[in-house]
C-alpha cells in the first residue's frame, strides 16, 4: 500500500510531466483551478493549485477535503501511484470506479486531453 509521501511524490511527478507537456496537452493544463486529491485508503486529501501547467502550493491534510475544489480527485494512493508511473490507464480506472473526478463541465472537456 502505498504511503502519504509516495502520494506526494506521485503529485510531485505528475506536475513535473504536466510542465513538459506540448500541444493539446499543455493547453489543457494552463487551467487556474483549485485542486483537491482524496487519498481514501489513506484518508489523507492533498490541496493545490493547478496553474501555469504545474500543480502548486500543495498541502496534505487528514481526512476527505474540507473545502470543495474545483477539481476533485478521489483514489487510492496505489491507484494514483499506478497512474502516474503509467500502469494504470485512467479511463478504464474511471468507467470502473477506482477514479473519481468531479469538475465543472467545461474543466472536464479540457481535462480529458490530460488524461
Not at 475544489?69 to 490507464?89: Q, T, Y
Request: glycine letters at 10%; hydrophobic letters at 45%; one cysteine or more.
Amino acid at each position: 500500500m502505498a504511503n502519504a509521501e509516495e502520494c506526494r511524490e506521485a503529485l510531485e511527478q505528475l506536475s513535473r510531466n504536466m510542465a513538459g507537456s506540448t500541444g493539446d496537452v499543455r493547453k489543457a493544463a494552463a487551467l487556474d483551478r483549485s485542486l483537491s486529491c482524496w487519498i481514501t485508503d489513506l484518508d489523507v486529501t492533498f490541496n493545490g493549485r493547478l496553474r501555469e501547467g504545474r500543480i502548486q502550493d500543495v498541502t496534505e491534510a487528514p481526512g476527505a477535503p474540507a473545502e470543495r475544489a474545483e477539481i476533485r480527485l478521489a483514489m487510492s494512493g496505489d491507484d494514483l501511484v499506478a497512474l502516474v508511473g503509467g500502469r494504470l490507464n485512467f479511463a478504464s480506472a474511471w468507467a470502473g470506479g477506482r477514479v473519481k473526478l468531479e469538475a465543472g463541465f467545461r474543466d472536464l472537456l479540457r481535462l480529458r486531453t490530460l488524461l
